[in-house]
């Protein structure tokens, strides 16, 4: 005899939200939530949101009278350093192979159907090598919450997050990687990640990076720390991997003096 947990879940009433501000939500549950979902409609950005928090642990009964519904609320995020989303102007993909050959093989590919673009990339390409972008979730994003990815290719087009410093001096590159697991955005070739090749582009050098995906956990990742003469950074991912996909969602500089 099988056993099925089953999750309920405890919805809100609407709650509207005015421009550049913030509100405070209070919902009552028989348990503390595991996880929260933010369910936007009528919005650009009309994908779910999973909003992460720390566990909740039980508490003792407060006197205080609970708060169900929305208040406004003065909180305002921390900053996070330089984030560049792949979303954002500082982001682009450069394809540097030579490829007539390979551009008559995917315009063959292509026969018959209209392709459908988001911001310049192909929604969902299961094209080898080329960049493609999807919505997800759990991806990082002002607004919408969107990916750019790969399935592997040759290395020959790269994923470029440009970003101007405020100052020189100490920086941590940080990496964002979503929660991947039950969405083939895809198909079926879309699968973990592997060894991300990068390389980080400033004071006219060039550091390469081999960083290990498959320890990369939900969320902010650290990647290094370096020392910048100047304030033109970039970091180039590339499409080549030992893994099954190549993601460039959100990268991150934080500033350490």
């Known amino acids: 005899m099988s056993h099925h947990q089953f999750f309920r879940q405890v919805p809100s009433d609407p709650i509207r939200i005015p421009g ?23 919005a650009l950005n009309r994908l779910p949101v999973r ?8 508490s003792e009964d407060s006197p205080r009278e609970p708060l169900v519904g929305s208040q406004p609320s003065a909180w305002t ?18 394809d ?18 209209q392709r459908e673009y988001d911001q310049g990339l192909p ?3 299961q094209r080898a090598g080329e960049w493609g972008r999807a919505a997800i979730a759990t991806g990082w994003g002002k607004y919408r919450h969107t990916v750019a990815g790969s399935i592997p290719g040759d290395g020959s087009a790269v994923a470029i997050f440009a970003a101007e410093l405020p100052e020189p001096g100490r920086w ?17 070739s879309y699968g973990a990640l592997g060894t991300l090749a990068m390389t980080v ?18 969320g902010w990742n650290k990647i290094d720390e370096f020392e910048f003469v100047s304030t033109n950074v970039r970091l180039e991912v590339s499409n080549r991997t030992d893994g099954e996909m190549v993601i460039a969602d959100a990268i991150r500089w934080v500033p350490l003096d």
């Not at 330089?82 to 954002?88: A, E, H, K, M």
């Open 20 to 42: 550049n501000a913030a509100v405070e939500v209070g919902i009552v549950t028989p348990r503390p939530p595991d996880r929260l979902w933010l369910e936007p409609y009528l």
């Open 51 to 58: 909003i992460e928090f720390d566990r909740i642990e039980p």
């Open 77 to 94: 995020p921390a900053s996070e350093g330089i984030v560049i989303d792949d979303l954002d102007a500082g982001f682009s993909v450069e």
């Open 96 to 113: 540097r192979a030579d490829d007539t050959g390979r551009r008559i093989g995917a315009a063959l590919i292509g026969l018959g159907r």
């Open 123 to 125: 929604m969902a390409t």
């Open 172 to 188: 941590r590159l940080d990496y964002h990687v979503p929660d991947r697991h039950g969405l083939a955005l895809w198909g079926p």
């Open 201 to 218: 582009v400033a004071d006219d050098l060039e550091v390469e990076i081999a960083y290990d995906g498959t320890s990369a956990e939900v």
